[in-house]
Antibody, heavy 118, light 112 residues
Framework: EVQLVESGGGLVQPGGSLRLSCAAS????????MNWVRQAPGKGLEWVSY????????YYADSVKGRFTISRDNAKNSLYLQMNSLRAEDTAVYYC???????????WGQGTLVTVSS | NFMLTQPHSVSESPGKTVTISCTRS????????VQWYQQRPGSSPTTVIY?????PSGVPDRFSGSIDSSSNSASLTISGLKTEDEADYYC???????????FGGGTKLTVL
């Protein structure tokens, strides 16, 4: 069974940093592209970042470019999102999501809540 | 980047059919596949349609997807509505010129 489990969310002050993790199991993690998608409270879904299966190709949404860094450790079956210079508008549930190959998302984690507030 | 525009909400009675639209602002809707996700309150999104009109295993055939180049839009149709279909629905596509994954704003479906 495919499982994606996010962790690392919490309350952080504006300007602070946080590192999210996503532990994958039930599939060959190193064969799949991965993404982070977020959802602000009561709002819609927003794509955040993409990483290829090897980690060699990375993309970011304009809203997080220069502040967030996506990475992965295929030996540990884990995906990460380092978030720096956090702003109130980064407050959201962050989901990791698997890409099966056609630019869609076939499995999502349960999400981890990041709250940026003083 | 292009935008995907959905109606904010739709409502229909159990047993009826509802269609949710998703209009692409620029570029052809047929340029990249459209997906549809269902999100029930407090849950993560799940795929109900991928690659314009494909249903993942386990999704009932009451759910169908299509694209219309004349209106530059995609549609999700749910027939034989059940109360369990009440959820938010999001369309999604991909902007290959950037690259960028684009979501519609979401449509709240009420079955009453």
């Amino acid at each position: 069974e495919v499982q994606l489990v996010e962790s690392g969310g919490g309350l952080v002050q504006p300007g602070g940093s946080l590192r999210l993790s996503c532990a994958a199991s039930g599939f060959t993690f190193s064969s799949y592209e991965m993404n982070w998608v977020r959802q602000a409270p009561g709002k819609g879904l927003e794509w955040v970042s993409y990483i290829s299966s090897s980690g060699s190709t990375i993309y970011y949404a304009d809203s997080v470019k220069g502040r967030f860094t996506i990475s992965r450790d295929n030996a540990k079956n884990s995906l990460y999102l380092q978030m720096n210079s956090l702003r109130a508008e980064d407050t959201a549930v962050y989901y990791c999501a698997r890409v099966p190959g056609s630019y869609d998302f076939d499995y999502w984690g349960q999400g981890t809540l990041v709250t940026v507030s003083s | 980047n292009f935008m995907l525009t959905q109606p904010h909400s739709v409502s229909e009675s159990p047993g009826k059919t509802v269609t949710i639209s998703c209009t692409r602002s620029s570029g052809s809707i047929a340029s990249n596949y459209v997906q549809w996700y269902q999100q029930r309150p407090g849950s993560s999104p799940t795929t109900v349609i991928y690659e314009d009109n494909q249903r993942p295993s386990g999704v009932p055939d009451r759910f169908s997807g299509s694209i219309d180049s004349s209106s530059n839009s995609a549609s999700l149709t749910i027939s034989g509505l059940k109360t369990e279909d009440e959820a938010d629905y999001y369309c999604q596509s991909y902007d290959s010129s950037n690259p960028y994954w684009v979501f519609g704003g979401g449509t709240k479906l009420t079955v009453l």
